[in-house]
């Protein structure tokens, strides 16, 4: 299964409220997670099972989708939140989409 | 606290073989399986294969031919060889906590591999 992200680069203010998208090109059933990944840092888990929060992670943070399109919502950004986000989808093997780098206007 | 320490070089010269070791505390080997996830720089991560709980491996198919990767639990070490390295090999190599094949839910600090004479 491929999955294509986009934006692949997104520019917001702080407040914001932000969706990232991820497609895949088949169902996913719903197994599908998300990445935050900091410059210099390994990937860290946000999202899993489309909409399950990773202990840990801020409530902003939300996962929704079916089927083959799935969204990453951030409620209200905070300047640490500026990272490459990666959707994952482990249905049908295990593949990452190409990112969506999200930035400071 | 679980952790997750990839070691091994980080020049690899064309050709020849990388060798990694990830070095895990926190969990067993015998109940949680663990990954190998790369990433050539600014682009996606690539899950690469894997070492079951229970000894079993699993490798992604474009990269079967020439990835094998095993376990000594008695060290709670991990290992992958990879052999006839090329340029397009280059990036950063992960060492993954991988409960049931699903999410990766931790991850090493990772290893830089160059593949260049």
């Known amino acids: 299964i491929q999955l294509t992200q986009s934006p692949s680069l997104l520019s917001a203010s702080v407040g914001d409220r932000v969706t990232l998208s991820c497609k895949g090109s088949q169902n996913i059933n719903n197994y599908l997670a998300w990445y935050q990944q900091k410059l210099g840092e390994a990937p860290k888990l946000l999202i899993y099972?489309?909409?399950s929060l990773q202990t840990g992670i801020p409530s902003r943070f939300s996962g929704s989708g079916s089927g083959t399109d799935y969204t990453l919502t951030i409620s209200s950004l905070q300047p640490e939140d500026v990272a490459t986000y990666f959707c994952?989808?482990?249905?049908?093997?295990?593949?990452f989409g190409g990112g969506t780098k999200l930035e400071l206007k | 606290q679980v952790q997750l320490k990839e070691s091994g070089p980080g020049l690899v010269q064309p050709s020849e073989t990388l060798s990694l070791t990830c070095t895990v505390s926190g969990f067993s080997l015998t109940s949680y399986s663990v990954s190998w996830v790369r990433q050539p720089s600014g682009k996606g991560p690539e899950w690469m294969g894997r070492?079951?709980?229970?000894?079993?491996?699993a490798y992604n198919s474009a990269l079967k031919s020439r990835l094998s990767i095993s376990r000594d639990t008695s060290k709670n070490q991990v290992f992958l060889k990879m052999n006839s390295l090329q340029t397009d090999d280059t990036g950063t190599y992960y060492c993954?906590?991988?409960?049931?094949?699903?999410?990766?839910?931790?991850w090493g600090q990772g290893v830089m591999v160059t593949v260049s004479s």
């Open positions: 994952y989808q482990y249905n049908n093997g295990w593949t």
């Open positions: 993954t906590r991988d409960p049931a094949a699903y999410y990766f839910d931790y």
């Open positions: 070492m079951w709980y229970d000894g079993d491996t």
């Open positions: 099972n489309t909409n």
